[in-house]
């Protein structure tokens, strides 16, 4: 059975690094491209960019304020901010999508709940 | 691209035929998703590629359109269908979601 897990909550002031991370498990991760969707306190849903096998497309919204990476070694992949702003408070989910043409993110992580306040 | 909904929430009774529309400011060419996230739940595709129902979903739901417009049918909603439904589009670079269509009975 596919499950992406993603480290737990996380409470950081402004200005604070952070790393959140989602590991893959039950396929081969590396075969598959994963993606950041964030949805902030009782608000929809925000793409925020895509790691394929050789570059990264990000949301010009996100470009520039977060980094994705992926380790297939450890079948994991990372979301990194260098300075956060209260505006990072949301929940962060990390999807699957199988890279072809229609697919659809066809499985979410659990959720990491960040919240950033001074 | 930019996707509207038709409603930002919509409320019917059990064994009704709920529709949700998702209309895209340019054509998606068949490249638009929907999920239904249930309350503190995280979203679970429902249907991909405009009409292919995803594996282990209930075929009482159902996907139409082309072009700029768009459908996600309930033929008979059911109490755990109570939950707030996105579509989503990745035809572009940029891929958006539709701001969600709440389905309460």
């Known amino acids: 059975e596919v499950h992406l897990v993603q480290s737990g909550a996380e409470v950081k002031k402004p200005g604070e690094s952070l790393i959140i991370s989602c590991q893959g498990s039950g396929y081969n991760f590396a075969n598959y491209w994963i993606g950041w969707v964030r949805q902030m306190p009782g608000k929809g849903l925000e793409w925020m960019g895509i790691v394929y096998p050789d570059n990264t497309n990000y949301n010009p919204s996100f470009q520039g304020h977060v980094t994705m990476s992926v380790d297939n070694s450890k079948s994991t992949a990372y979301l990194h901010w260098s300075s956060l702003k209260a505006s990072d408070t949301a929940i962060y989910y990390c999807?699957?999508?199988?890279?072809?043409?229609?697919?659809?993110?066809?499985?979410w992580g659990q959720g990491t709940l960040v919240t950033v306040s001074s | 691209i930019q996707l509207t909904q038709s409603a930002s929430s919509l409320s019917a009774s059990v064994g009704d035929r709920v529709t949700i529309t998702c209309r895209a400011s340019?054509?998606?060419?068949?490249?638009l998703n929907w999920y239904q996230q249930r309350p503190g739940k995280a979203p679970k595709l429902l249907i991909y590629g405009a009409f292919s129902l995803e594996s282990g979903v209930p075929s009482r739901f159902s996907g139409s359109g082309s072009g700029t417009d768009y459908t996600l049918t309930i033929t008979s909603l059911q109490p755990e269908d109570v939950a707030t439904y996105f579509c989503?589009?990745?035809?572009?670079?940029?891929?958006?979601f539709g701001p969600g269509t709440k389905v309460e009975i």
């Open positions: 989503h589009q990745t035809y572009s670079a940029v891929w958006t």
């Open positions: 999807v699957r999508h199988m890279g072809a043409a229609t697919a659809g993110l066809d499985n």
């Open positions: 340019q054509t998606v060419n068949h490249y």
